[in-house]
Protein backbone atom coordinates (compact mmCIF):
# COMPACT_ATOMS: atom_id res chain seq x y z
CA UNK A 1 0.00 0.00 0.00
CA UNK A 2 1.48 3.66 -0.81
CA UNK A 3 1.66 5.81 1.00
CA UNK A 4 1.85 9.78 0.74
CA UNK A 5 2.62 13.04 3.60
CA UNK A 6 2.69 16.41 3.49
CA UNK A 7 5.94 17.54 5.71
CA UNK A 8 8.74 19.86 4.93
CA UNK A 9 8.05 18.12 1.61
CA UNK A 10 6.09 15.97 -0.48
CA UNK A 11 6.84 12.54 0.47
CA UNK A 12 5.43 9.31 -1.49
CA UNK A 13 6.22 6.07 0.05
CA UNK A 14 9.23 7.41 2.32
CA UNK A 15 10.88 9.41 -0.94
CA UNK A 16 10.70 13.10 -1.77
CA UNK A 17 8.12 13.78 -4.43
CA UNK A 18 7.77 16.38 -7.12
CA UNK A 19 3.89 16.74 -8.00
CA UNK A 20 3.13 17.16 -11.95
CA UNK A 21 -0.30 17.67 -12.34
CA UNK A 22 -2.52 18.31 -14.91
CA UNK A 23 -6.22 19.62 -14.55
CA UNK A 24 -8.69 17.36 -16.94
CA UNK A 25 -12.44 17.40 -15.76
CA UNK A 26 -13.93 14.54 -16.56
CA UNK A 27 -17.34 16.40 -17.33
CA UNK A 28 -16.05 18.82 -19.55
CA UNK A 29 -14.73 15.70 -22.25
CA UNK A 30 -17.13 12.96 -23.44
CA UNK A 31 -16.34 9.70 -21.71
CA UNK A 32 -15.12 8.04 -24.44
CA UNK A 33 -12.26 10.48 -24.61
CA UNK A 34 -11.24 10.42 -21.17
CA UNK A 35 -8.44 7.56 -21.89
CA UNK A 36 -7.03 10.14 -24.92
CA UNK A 37 -6.56 12.99 -22.77
CA UNK A 38 -5.39 10.84 -19.84
CA UNK A 39 -2.97 9.08 -22.05
CA UNK A 40 -1.61 12.55 -23.36
CA UNK A 41 -1.08 14.16 -19.44
CA UNK A 42 1.27 11.07 -18.84
CA UNK A 43 2.53 11.21 -21.88
CA UNK A 44 4.19 14.93 -21.43
CA UNK A 45 6.01 12.82 -18.61
CA UNK A 46 3.09 14.06 -15.35
CA UNK A 47 2.38 11.93 -12.93
CA UNK A 48 -1.00 13.18 -11.31
CA UNK A 49 -4.55 14.40 -12.57
CA UNK A 50 -6.05 16.73 -10.82
CA UNK A 51 -9.89 17.24 -11.15
CA UNK A 52 -13.05 19.36 -9.31
CA UNK A 53 -16.60 17.50 -8.67
CA UNK A 54 -19.21 19.51 -10.28
CA UNK A 55 -22.30 19.62 -7.15
CA UNK A 56 -24.98 20.66 -9.57
CA UNK A 57 -24.37 17.87 -12.17
CA UNK A 58 -24.15 15.24 -9.77
CA UNK A 59 -27.69 16.52 -7.83
CA UNK A 60 -29.32 18.18 -10.34
CA UNK A 61 -32.65 18.03 -8.33
CA UNK A 62 -32.70 17.43 -4.29
CA UNK A 63 -31.91 13.82 -3.47
CA UNK A 64 -31.25 12.83 -7.29
CA UNK A 65 -28.13 11.46 -7.85
CA UNK A 66 -26.54 10.66 -10.76
CA UNK A 67 -22.85 9.03 -11.16
CA UNK A 68 -23.28 7.58 -14.92
CA UNK A 69 -21.83 8.44 -18.18
CA UNK A 70 -19.85 11.53 -18.06
CA UNK A 71 -20.44 11.64 -14.17
CA UNK A 72 -18.85 8.43 -13.94
CA UNK A 73 -16.36 9.77 -11.83
CA UNK A 74 -14.92 6.40 -10.35
CA UNK A 75 -14.49 5.13 -13.72
CA UNK A 76 -12.10 8.18 -14.94
CA UNK A 77 -10.13 7.37 -11.53
CA UNK A 78 -9.59 4.16 -12.54
CA UNK A 79 -8.07 4.85 -15.83
CA UNK A 80 -6.06 7.24 -14.26
CA UNK A 81 -4.88 4.74 -12.28
CA UNK A 82 -4.19 2.25 -15.01
CA UNK A 83 -2.00 4.44 -16.74
CA UNK A 84 0.13 5.38 -13.72
CA UNK A 85 -1.43 8.58 -13.05
CA UNK A 86 -2.30 9.93 -9.52
CA UNK A 87 -4.91 12.02 -8.78
CA UNK A 88 -5.86 15.50 -6.59
CA UNK A 89 -9.06 15.73 -6.25
CA UNK A 90 -11.55 18.64 -5.24
CA UNK A 91 -14.86 17.76 -4.06
CA UNK A 92 -15.77 20.85 -2.55
CA UNK A 93 -19.58 22.02 -2.71
CA UNK A 94 -18.12 25.39 -4.50
CA UNK A 95 -15.45 25.26 -7.51
CA UNK A 96 -15.50 28.09 -9.34
CA UNK A 97 -14.41 26.89 -12.84
CA UNK A 98 -16.30 28.88 -15.28
CA UNK A 99 -19.08 26.53 -14.68
CA UNK A 100 -22.77 27.49 -14.08
CA UNK A 101 -23.21 29.29 -10.63
CA UNK A 102 -19.66 27.55 -9.58
CA UNK A 103 -21.43 23.94 -9.19
CA UNK A 104 -23.70 24.73 -6.52
CA UNK A 105 -27.01 23.52 -7.63
CA UNK A 106 -29.69 26.04 -8.50
CA UNK A 107 -32.38 24.64 -6.44
CA UNK A 108 -30.44 25.67 -3.40
CA UNK A 109 -32.33 29.06 -4.35
CA UNK A 110 -35.75 27.83 -3.11
CA UNK A 111 -34.69 28.29 0.19
CA UNK A 112 -32.96 31.81 -0.28
CA UNK A 113 -30.16 30.23 1.69
CA UNK A 114 -26.72 31.26 2.43
CA UNK A 115 -23.95 29.54 0.84
CA UNK A 116 -20.56 29.26 1.64
CA UNK A 117 -21.49 29.45 5.32
CA UNK A 118 -21.94 27.93 8.60
CA UNK A 119 -25.85 28.08 7.58
CA UNK A 120 -27.14 25.39 9.28
CA UNK A 121 -29.47 24.61 6.67
CA UNK A 122 -26.77 24.80 3.70
CA UNK A 123 -24.75 22.63 5.51
CA UNK A 124 -27.12 19.69 6.03
CA UNK A 125 -27.40 19.69 2.03
CA UNK A 126 -23.82 19.48 1.77
CA UNK A 127 -24.12 16.58 4.64
CA UNK A 128 -26.82 14.60 2.48
CA UNK A 129 -24.46 15.48 -1.19
CA UNK A 130 -21.06 14.45 0.69
CA UNK A 131 -23.00 11.27 2.38
CA UNK A 132 -23.63 9.89 -1.74
CA UNK A 133 -20.27 11.33 -2.81
CA UNK A 134 -17.43 10.78 -0.82
CA UNK A 135 -17.70 7.12 -0.03
CA UNK A 136 -17.48 6.64 -3.61
CA UNK A 137 -13.82 8.72 -3.18
CA UNK A 138 -12.86 7.48 -0.29
CA UNK A 139 -12.15 3.97 -1.96
CA UNK A 140 -9.75 5.57 -4.46
CA UNK A 141 -7.28 7.03 -1.49
CA UNK A 142 -3.95 5.34 -1.29
CA UNK A 143 -4.72 3.55 1.73
CA UNK A 144 -7.36 1.82 -0.14
CA UNK A 145 -4.94 0.51 -3.31
CA UNK A 146 -6.33 3.60 -4.73
CA UNK A 147 -4.28 6.55 -6.58
CA UNK A 148 -5.83 9.90 -4.87
CA UNK A 149 -3.07 12.13 -2.97
CA UNK A 150 -5.12 14.76 -1.48
CA UNK A 151 -8.42 16.74 -1.33
CA UNK A 152 -9.38 20.14 -1.43
CA UNK A 153 -11.56 21.75 1.48
CA UNK A 154 -12.44 24.72 -0.63
CA UNK A 155 -11.83 26.59 -3.36
CA UNK A 156 -10.30 30.03 -3.42
CA UNK A 157 -12.63 31.07 -0.19
CA UNK A 158 -10.18 33.79 0.18
CA UNK A 159 -11.56 35.50 -2.09
CA UNK A 160 -15.09 35.38 -0.67
CA UNK A 161 -15.12 35.28 2.88
CA UNK A 162 -13.18 34.07 6.55
CA UNK A 163 -15.81 31.92 7.93
CA UNK A 164 -13.50 29.40 9.76
CA UNK A 165 -16.72 27.56 11.10
CA UNK A 166 -17.42 27.04 7.85
CA UNK A 167 -14.62 25.36 6.68
CA UNK A 168 -13.82 23.27 9.36
CA UNK A 169 -17.19 21.88 9.03
CA UNK A 170 -16.77 21.41 5.40
CA UNK A 171 -13.24 19.42 6.73
CA UNK A 172 -15.59 17.41 9.22
CA UNK A 173 -17.78 15.89 6.66
CA UNK A 174 -15.26 15.28 4.25
CA UNK A 175 -13.65 13.13 7.70
CA UNK A 176 -17.11 12.07 8.08
CA UNK A 177 -17.61 10.17 5.37
CA UNK A 178 -14.23 8.33 5.32
CA UNK A 179 -11.66 10.62 4.03
CA UNK A 180 -8.41 10.33 5.30
CA UNK A 181 -5.33 11.79 2.91
CA UNK A 182 -4.10 14.85 3.57
CA UNK A 183 -6.23 18.08 2.84
CA UNK A 184 -5.44 21.31 1.34
CA UNK A 185 -7.21 24.79 0.38
CA UNK A 186 -6.05 27.07 -2.69
CA UNK A 187 -6.12 30.87 -2.97
CA UNK A 188 -5.19 33.28 -4.50
CA UNK A 189 -1.01 33.57 -3.09
CA UNK A 190 -1.16 36.82 -1.10
CA UNK A 191 -1.69 37.15 2.61
CA UNK A 192 -5.01 38.70 2.44
CA UNK A 193 -6.57 35.51 0.46
CA UNK A 194 -4.40 33.16 2.03
CA UNK A 195 -5.44 34.31 5.66
CA UNK A 196 -8.86 34.50 4.65
CA UNK A 197 -9.60 31.28 2.95
CA UNK A 198 -6.86 28.54 4.81
CA UNK A 199 -7.12 26.38 7.92
CA UNK A 200 -3.49 26.83 8.24
CA UNK A 201 -3.75 26.81 12.08
CA UNK A 202 -5.54 23.40 11.73
CA UNK A 203 -2.62 22.19 9.84
CA UNK A 204 -4.63 21.53 6.36
CA UNK A 205 -2.01 22.44 3.67
CA UNK A 206 -2.35 25.82 1.92
CA UNK A 207 -1.82 26.45 -1.93
CA UNK A 208 -1.91 29.18 -4.16
CA UNK A 209 -3.29 29.76 -7.71
CA UNK A 210 -1.52 31.76 -10.19
CA UNK A 211 -0.31 31.78 -13.85
CA UNK A 212 3.07 33.76 -13.87
CA UNK A 213 5.55 35.49 -11.60
CA UNK A 214 6.17 32.67 -9.55
CA UNK A 215 9.33 33.11 -7.57
CA UNK A 216 7.55 35.95 -6.42
CA UNK A 217 4.32 34.75 -5.74
CA UNK A 218 5.92 31.77 -3.89
CA UNK A 219 7.95 34.16 -1.84
CA UNK A 220 4.57 35.87 -0.75
CA UNK A 221 3.37 32.26 0.53
CA UNK A 222 6.69 31.20 2.29
CA UNK A 223 6.25 33.97 3.95
CA UNK A 224 2.67 33.44 4.99
CA UNK A 225 4.08 29.93 5.98
CA UNK A 226 7.01 31.04 8.27
CA UNK A 227 4.40 33.59 10.13
CA UNK A 228 2.32 30.50 11.07
CA UNK A 229 5.55 28.23 12.16
CA UNK A 230 4.77 25.97 8.85
CA UNK A 231 7.14 23.92 7.10
CA UNK A 232 5.74 23.47 3.59
CA UNK A 233 6.18 22.47 0.00
CA UNK A 234 5.46 24.90 -2.09
CA UNK A 235 2.24 23.97 -4.86
CA UNK A 236 0.80 25.91 -7.51
CA UNK A 237 -2.61 24.41 -7.18
CA UNK A 238 -3.58 26.21 -10.40
CA UNK A 239 -0.91 27.64 -12.85
CA UNK A 240 -3.13 29.50 -15.68
CA UNK A 241 -1.51 28.17 -18.74
CA UNK A 242 -4.02 29.87 -20.25
CA UNK A 243 -7.65 31.61 -20.17
CA UNK A 244 -11.50 31.34 -21.08
CA UNK A 245 -13.32 33.58 -23.51
CA UNK A 246 -16.63 35.10 -22.90
CA UNK A 247 -19.25 36.14 -25.81
CA UNK A 248 -18.29 39.33 -28.25
CA UNK A 249 -14.56 39.34 -26.86
CA UNK A 250 -11.67 38.37 -28.94
CA UNK A 251 -10.03 34.81 -28.39
CA UNK A 252 -7.21 34.91 -25.95
CA UNK A 253 -3.83 33.60 -26.45
CA UNK A 254 -1.11 33.08 -24.43
CA UNK A 255 2.55 32.97 -26.02
CA UNK A 256 3.88 29.51 -25.63
CA UNK A 257 7.37 29.90 -25.35
CA UNK A 258 6.72 32.56 -22.49
CA UNK A 259 4.41 30.08 -21.02
CA UNK A 260 6.87 26.98 -20.97
CA UNK A 261 9.47 29.44 -19.45
CA UNK A 262 6.95 30.33 -16.69
CA UNK A 263 5.93 26.87 -16.09
CA UNK A 264 9.46 25.38 -15.97
CA UNK A 265 10.57 28.30 -13.29
CA UNK A 266 7.72 27.09 -11.30
CA UNK A 267 8.90 23.46 -11.13
CA UNK A 268 11.88 24.21 -10.39
CA UNK A 269 10.84 25.84 -7.04
CA UNK A 270 7.76 23.71 -6.39
CA UNK A 271 5.09 21.32 -7.41
CA UNK A 272 2.69 22.65 -10.27
CA UNK A 273 -0.73 21.75 -11.41
CA UNK A 274 -1.64 23.06 -15.01
CA UNK A 275 -4.87 24.63 -15.17
CA UNK A 276 -5.94 23.46 -17.81
CA UNK A 277 -4.25 20.68 -18.93
CA UNK A 278 -7.04 19.32 -21.26
CA UNK A 279 -10.07 22.35 -20.84
CA UNK A 280 -12.72 20.68 -23.01
CA UNK A 281 -16.46 21.68 -23.43
CA UNK A 282 -19.29 23.54 -21.26
CA UNK A 283 -21.91 21.18 -22.73
CA UNK A 284 -26.10 21.90 -22.02
CA UNK A 285 -26.22 24.78 -20.12
CA UNK A 286 -23.36 24.86 -17.92
CA UNK A 287 -21.30 27.54 -18.60
CA UNK A 288 -20.47 30.27 -15.91
CA UNK A 289 -20.27 34.27 -16.05
CA UNK A 290 -18.01 36.67 -14.56
CA UNK A 291 -19.30 39.18 -12.64
CA UNK A 292 -18.82 43.17 -13.93
CA UNK A 293 -20.49 45.81 -12.04
CA UNK A 294 -24.17 45.88 -13.86
CA UNK A 295 -22.90 43.85 -16.74
CA UNK A 296 -22.50 40.36 -16.76
CA UNK A 297 -20.38 38.64 -19.20
CA UNK A 298 -20.95 34.74 -19.69
CA UNK A 299 -18.31 32.68 -20.83
CA UNK A 300 -18.50 30.84 -24.39
CA UNK A 301 -19.56 26.78 -24.86
CA UNK A 302 -15.87 26.21 -25.46
CA UNK A 303 -13.45 25.64 -22.95
CA UNK A 304 -10.61 25.29 -25.08
CA UNK A 305 -8.78 27.23 -22.43
CA UNK A 306 -5.81 27.73 -24.85
CA UNK A 307 -4.82 24.85 -22.61
CA UNK A 308 -1.98 22.25 -23.51
CA UNK A 309 -4.10 20.00 -25.01
CA UNK A 310 -6.88 21.81 -27.69
CA UNK A 311 -10.50 21.20 -26.97
CA UNK A 312 -10.76 17.70 -28.73
CA UNK A 313 -8.03 16.70 -26.59
CA UNK A 314 -5.14 17.29 -28.97
CA UNK A 315 -1.15 18.37 -28.40
CA UNK A 316 -1.37 21.75 -29.15
CA UNK A 317 2.13 24.00 -29.46
CA UNK A 318 2.60 24.52 -26.28
CA UNK A 319 2.25 20.30 -25.21
CA UNK A 320 5.29 19.91 -27.66
CA UNK A 321 7.36 22.66 -26.30
CA UNK A 322 6.66 21.86 -22.68
CA UNK A 323 7.70 18.20 -23.33
CA UNK A 324 10.89 19.45 -25.26
CA UNK A 325 12.06 21.19 -22.15
CA UNK A 326 10.94 18.31 -19.86
CA UNK A 327 12.80 16.05 -21.67
CA UNK A 328 16.26 18.27 -21.27
CA UNK A 329 15.81 19.14 -17.40
CA UNK A 330 13.98 15.87 -16.35
CA UNK A 331 15.07 12.88 -18.69
CA UNK A 332 13.78 10.31 -16.73
CA UNK A 333 10.58 11.02 -16.59
CA UNK A 334 9.37 8.17 -19.03
CA UNK A 335 8.25 10.24 -21.98
CA UNK A 336 6.01 8.99 -24.99
CA UNK A 337 4.71 10.20 -28.20
CA UNK A 338 0.92 12.25 -27.44
CA UNK A 339 -2.06 10.27 -29.30
CA UNK A 340 -3.87 12.75 -31.79
CA UNK A 341 -7.60 12.33 -32.76
CA UNK A 342 -8.48 12.63 -36.41
CA UNK A 343 -11.66 15.62 -37.50
CA UNK A 344 -13.40 15.75 -40.52
CA UNK A 345 -15.73 17.80 -41.79
CA UNK A 346 -19.11 15.83 -43.20
CA UNK A 347 -21.05 17.06 -45.88
CA UNK A 348 -23.55 19.56 -44.79
CA UNK A 349 -27.01 18.74 -44.62
CA UNK A 350 -30.32 20.16 -45.81
CA UNK A 351 -33.06 21.15 -42.91
CA UNK A 352 -35.56 18.47 -42.48
CA UNK A 353 -38.42 19.82 -40.48
CA UNK A 354 -38.42 23.22 -38.90
CA UNK A 355 -41.91 24.17 -36.45
CA UNK A 356 -42.13 27.97 -34.35
CA UNK A 357 -41.83 27.66 -30.39
CA UNK A 358 -45.37 28.97 -30.01
CA UNK A 359 -46.71 26.37 -32.09
CA UNK A 360 -44.93 23.19 -30.34
CA UNK A 361 -45.40 24.80 -27.06
CA UNK A 362 -47.79 23.12 -25.33
CA UNK A 363 -46.11 19.60 -26.17
CA UNK A 364 -42.52 20.52 -24.98
CA UNK A 365 -43.35 22.82 -21.88
CA UNK A 366 -46.33 22.21 -18.73
CA UNK A 367 -48.18 26.25 -18.49
CA UNK A 368 -48.48 27.16 -14.97
CA UNK A 369 -50.93 30.25 -13.76
CA UNK A 370 -49.48 32.98 -11.73
CA UNK A 371 -50.90 36.56 -11.39
CA UNK A 372 -47.49 38.04 -11.25
CA UNK A 373 -44.70 36.16 -12.66
CA UNK A 374 -42.52 33.61 -11.07
CA UNK A 375 -39.00 33.22 -11.24
CA UNK A 376 -37.49 29.87 -12.33
CA UNK A 377 -36.29 27.96 -9.76
CA UNK A 378 -39.99 28.48 -7.82
CA UNK A 379 -41.26 25.63 -10.77
CA UNK A 380 -37.85 23.44 -9.91
CA UNK A 381 -36.33 24.96 -12.97
CA UNK A 382 -32.78 25.96 -13.44
CA UNK A 383 -31.02 26.21 -16.61
CA UNK A 384 -32.14 27.12 -20.07
CA UNK A 385 -35.93 29.29 -21.03
CA UNK A 386 -38.88 30.31 -19.17
CA UNK A 387 -41.56 32.25 -21.33
CA UNK A 388 -44.20 34.40 -19.63
CA UNK A 389 -47.21 34.86 -21.45
CA UNK A 390 -50.57 37.30 -20.41
CA UNK A 391 -52.91 39.36 -22.20
CA UNK A 392 -53.38 43.63 -22.34
CA UNK A 393 -56.10 45.79 -22.55
CA UNK A 394 -55.96 48.57 -25.01
CA UNK A 395 -56.44 52.08 -22.78
CA UNK A 396 -55.86 54.98 -25.43
CA UNK A 397 -55.39 55.58 -29.22
CA UNK A 398 -51.88 55.94 -28.90
CA UNK A 399 -48.67 53.25 -28.61
CA UNK A 400 -48.68 51.77 -25.44
CA UNK A 401 -44.93 52.24 -23.24
CA UNK A 402 -44.50 49.12 -21.28
CA UNK A 403 -41.00 47.96 -19.10
CA UNK A 404 -39.89 44.89 -17.61
CA UNK A 405 -38.57 45.37 -14.34
CA UNK A 406 -35.83 43.49 -13.15
CA UNK A 407 -35.53 40.00 -15.88
CA UNK A 408 -32.31 37.93 -15.51
CA UNK A 409 -30.92 37.55 -18.42
CA UNK A 410 -32.25 38.57 -21.98
CA UNK A 411 -36.10 38.71 -22.92
CA UNK A 412 -37.07 38.77 -26.27
CA UNK A 413 -40.98 40.61 -26.36
CA UNK A 414 -43.68 39.34 -28.80
CA UNK A 415 -46.50 41.14 -29.77
CA UNK A 416 -49.25 39.02 -31.04
CA UNK A 417 -46.44 36.50 -32.14
CA UNK A 418 -44.57 39.25 -33.56
CA UNK A 419 -41.13 40.00 -32.56
CA UNK A 420 -41.53 43.52 -30.58
CA UNK A 421 -37.94 43.73 -28.66
CA UNK A 422 -34.89 42.05 -27.74
CA UNK A 423 -33.40 43.32 -24.25
CA UNK A 424 -30.32 42.55 -22.22
CA UNK A 425 -28.68 43.40 -18.93
CA UNK A 426 -28.36 47.55 -18.93
CA UNK A 427 -31.36 47.35 -21.85
CA UNK A 428 -33.62 45.86 -19.69
CA UNK A 429 -35.82 48.53 -18.02
CA UNK A 430 -36.00 50.66 -20.91
CA UNK A 431 -39.31 51.63 -22.56
CA UNK A 432 -40.49 49.62 -25.36
CA UNK A 433 -43.74 50.82 -27.14
CA UNK A 434 -46.35 48.45 -28.60
CA UNK A 435 -49.32 49.46 -31.60
CA UNK A 436 -52.19 47.82 -29.85
CA UNK A 437 -54.99 47.45 -32.59
CA UNK A 438 -56.99 45.66 -31.06
CA UNK A 439 -59.15 45.55 -27.96
CA UNK A 440 -57.15 42.84 -26.68
CA UNK A 441 -52.81 41.41 -27.14
CA UNK A 442 -51.22 38.65 -26.17
CA UNK A 443 -47.64 39.36 -25.55
CA UNK A 444 -45.04 36.64 -25.04
CA UNK A 445 -41.84 37.37 -23.13
CA UNK A 446 -38.91 34.52 -23.55
CA UNK A 447 -36.14 34.63 -20.72
CA UNK A 448 -33.24 33.12 -20.90
CA UNK A 449 -30.64 31.78 -18.22
CA UNK A 450 -27.57 32.59 -20.03
CA UNK A 451 -25.89 31.12 -17.38
CA UNK A 452 -24.97 32.12 -13.20
CA UNK A 453 -21.79 33.91 -11.92
CA UNK A 454 -19.33 31.52 -10.78
CA UNK A 455 -17.17 33.89 -9.38
CA UNK A 456 -17.04 36.98 -6.78
CA UNK A 457 -19.59 39.60 -5.24
CA UNK A 458 -22.80 38.43 -6.90
CA UNK A 459 -22.49 34.45 -6.18
CA UNK A 460 -25.79 35.12 -3.73
CA UNK A 461 -26.86 38.41 -4.81
CA UNK A 462 -30.92 38.63 -6.22
CA UNK A 463 -29.74 38.30 -9.83
CA UNK A 464 -28.43 34.73 -10.13
CA UNK A 465 -32.16 34.10 -9.69
CA UNK A 466 -33.67 33.72 -13.26
CA UNK A 467 -36.70 35.00 -14.77
CA UNK A 468 -39.12 37.92 -15.25
CA UNK A 469 -38.29 39.36 -11.98
CA UNK A 470 -40.64 42.01 -11.06
CA UNK A 471 -42.78 41.78 -14.30
CA UNK A 472 -44.33 43.90 -17.01
CA UNK A 473 -45.43 47.61 -16.37
CA UNK A 474 -47.97 49.11 -18.90
CA UNK A 475 -48.48 52.74 -18.65
CA UNK A 476 -47.52 52.82 -14.33
CA UNK A 477 -48.94 49.72 -13.05
CA UNK A 478 -47.76 46.11 -13.08
CA UNK A 479 -49.42 43.42 -15.52
CA UNK A 480 -51.14 40.53 -13.66
CA UNK A 481 -52.45 37.16 -15.05
CA UNK A 482 -49.74 35.12 -16.75
CA UNK A 483 -49.30 32.02 -17.87
CA UNK A 484 -45.71 30.81 -17.84
CA UNK A 485 -43.75 28.18 -19.61
CA UNK A 486 -40.77 26.50 -18.09
CA UNK A 487 -38.40 25.46 -20.53
CA UNK A 488 -35.44 23.90 -19.50
CA UNK A 489 -34.89 21.71 -22.74
CA UNK A 490 -33.21 18.75 -21.11
CA UNK A 491 -33.90 17.00 -24.50
CA UNK A 492 -35.70 18.06 -27.52
CA UNK A 493 -38.17 14.88 -27.75
CA UNK A 494 -41.42 16.71 -27.66
CA UNK A 495 -41.29 18.86 -30.58
CA UNK A 496 -43.72 18.57 -32.59
CA UNK A 497 -42.21 19.28 -36.37
CA UNK A 498 -45.80 18.65 -37.74
CA UNK A 499 -46.99 22.08 -36.45
CA UNK A 500 -46.55 25.47 -38.18
CA UNK A 501 -43.26 27.18 -38.36
CA UNK A 502 -43.47 30.97 -39.22
CA UNK A 503 -40.71 33.42 -39.97
CA UNK A 504 -39.08 35.71 -37.45
CA UNK A 505 -40.15 33.62 -34.19
CA UNK A 506 -37.95 31.20 -32.33
CA UNK A 507 -38.02 27.95 -33.54
CA UNK A 508 -36.58 24.67 -33.87
CA UNK A 509 -35.05 23.34 -36.73
CA UNK A 510 -34.02 19.58 -37.20
CA UNK A 511 -31.36 18.11 -39.62
CA UNK A 512 -30.60 14.45 -40.33
CA UNK A 513 -27.29 13.22 -41.48
CA UNK A 514 -26.86 9.35 -42.63
CA UNK A 515 -22.98 8.31 -41.01
CA UNK A 516 -20.87 4.69 -41.70
CA UNK A 517 -17.29 6.26 -40.34
CA UNK A 518 -17.13 8.27 -37.52
CA UNK A 519 -14.94 11.40 -36.80
CA UNK A 520 -15.01 14.22 -34.57
CA UNK A 521 -16.51 17.56 -36.19
CA UNK A 522 -17.48 20.97 -35.40
CA UNK A 523 -20.57 22.27 -36.36
CA UNK A 524 -20.55 25.52 -38.12
CA UNK A 525 -23.16 27.80 -36.79
CA UNK A 526 -22.22 30.84 -38.94
CA UNK A 527 -25.66 32.14 -39.97
CA UNK A 528 -27.56 31.12 -37.24
CA UNK A 529 -28.84 33.73 -34.70
CA UNK A 530 -28.55 32.10 -30.79
CA UNK A 531 -29.44 29.54 -29.44
CA UNK A 532 -28.44 25.82 -28.67
CA UNK A 533 -27.53 22.53 -30.28
CA UNK A 534 -29.08 19.18 -29.56
CA UNK A 535 -27.33 15.96 -31.48
CA UNK A 536 -29.39 12.46 -30.81
CA UNK A 537 -30.89 14.81 -27.74
CA UNK A 538 -27.94 15.56 -26.16
CA UNK A 539 -27.20 19.72 -25.66
CA UNK A 540 -23.86 19.97 -26.94
CA UNK A 541 -23.93 24.03 -26.24
CA UNK A 542 -24.94 27.33 -26.66
CA UNK A 543 -24.13 29.03 -30.13
CA UNK A 544 -24.08 33.18 -30.48
CA UNK A 545 -22.97 35.31 -33.74
CA UNK A 546 -21.14 37.70 -31.34
CA UNK A 547 -18.73 35.08 -31.08
CA UNK A 548 -15.74 34.91 -30.98
CA UNK A 549 -16.13 31.30 -31.65
CA UNK A 550 -19.10 30.19 -34.27
CA UNK A 551 -18.57 26.42 -34.02
CA UNK A 552 -19.49 23.94 -31.72
CA UNK A 553 -17.22 21.17 -30.88
CA UNK A 554 -18.85 17.58 -31.41
CA UNK A 555 -16.85 14.46 -30.11
CA UNK A 556 -17.69 11.76 -32.09
CA UNK A 557 -18.83 9.74 -29.09
CA UNK A 558 -22.28 11.86 -28.99
CA UNK A 559 -22.55 10.58 -32.99
CA UNK A 560 -23.74 6.84 -33.72
CA UNK A 561 -23.49 4.67 -37.24
CA UNK A 562 -26.60 5.28 -38.82
CA UNK A 563 -29.12 7.89 -38.43
CA UNK A 564 -28.04 11.10 -36.43
CA UNK A 565 -30.55 13.90 -35.65
CA UNK A 566 -29.09 17.32 -34.96
CA UNK A 567 -31.71 19.63 -33.88
CA UNK A 568 -31.06 23.74 -33.11
CA UNK A 569 -33.45 25.47 -31.38
CA UNK A 570 -32.78 29.33 -32.58
CA UNK A 571 -34.04 32.31 -31.28
CA UNK A 572 -33.46 34.60 -33.25
CA UNK A 573 -35.62 33.77 -36.45
CA UNK A 574 -32.15 33.43 -38.51
CA UNK A 575 -31.21 29.79 -39.29
CA UNK A 576 -29.58 28.01 -42.69
CA UNK A 577 -30.89 25.97 -45.05
CA UNK A 578 -27.94 23.59 -44.88
CA UNK A 579 -26.15 23.05 -42.06
CA UNK A 580 -22.42 22.88 -42.60
CA UNK A 581 -20.14 20.93 -40.73
CA UNK A 582 -16.23 21.96 -40.48
CA UNK A 583 -12.56 19.93 -39.38
CA UNK A 584 -11.75 22.51 -36.86
CA UNK A 585 -12.93 25.27 -34.78
CA UNK A 586 -14.71 28.49 -36.95
CA UNK A 587 -13.90 31.71 -35.64
CA UNK A 588 -15.48 34.65 -36.19
CA UNK A 589 -13.42 37.16 -38.52
CA UNK A 590 -12.58 40.88 -38.37
CA UNK A 591 -12.79 43.30 -40.87
Known amino acids: MEDFQVKENFYLNGQPFKILSGAIHYFRVHPDDWFHSLYNLKALGFNTVETYIPWNLHEPRKGEFQFEGVLDVEHFLQLAQELGLYAIVRPSPYICAEWEWGGLPGWLMERRTSVRTDEEWFLKQVDDYYSRLLPRLAKFQLTQGGNILM????????????????????????????????????????????????????????????????????????????????????????????????????????????LVAAVMDTISLGSINLYMFHGGTNFGFMNGCSARGQHDLPQVTSYDYDAILDEAGNPTQKFYLLQEQMRQIYPDLGYLEPLVKPSRAYPSISVADKVSLFSTLDTIATSHTSFYPKNMEMYGQITGYILFRTTLEKDKDEAERVRVIDARDRIQLYQDGQWVATQYQEEIGEEIFLDLKEMETE???????????????????????????????????????WEIFPLPLENV?????????????????????????????????????????????????????????????????????????????????????????????VYQTTN
Open 443 to 481: VSILVENMGRVNYGHKLTAPTQSKGLGRGLMADLHFVGQ
Open 493 to 585: SGVDFSKEWKFGQPAFYRYVIELDDLADTYLDMSGFGKGVVFVNQQNIGRFWEKGPILSLYLSKGYLKKGENEIVVFETEGRYRERLAFSQKP
Open 151 to 258: FQVENEYGSYGENKAYLRAIAGLMRKYGLTAPFFTSDGPWRATLRAGSLIVDDILVTGNFGSKPTENFAQMQAFFEENGKSWPLMCMEFWDGWFNRWGEEVIRRDPEE
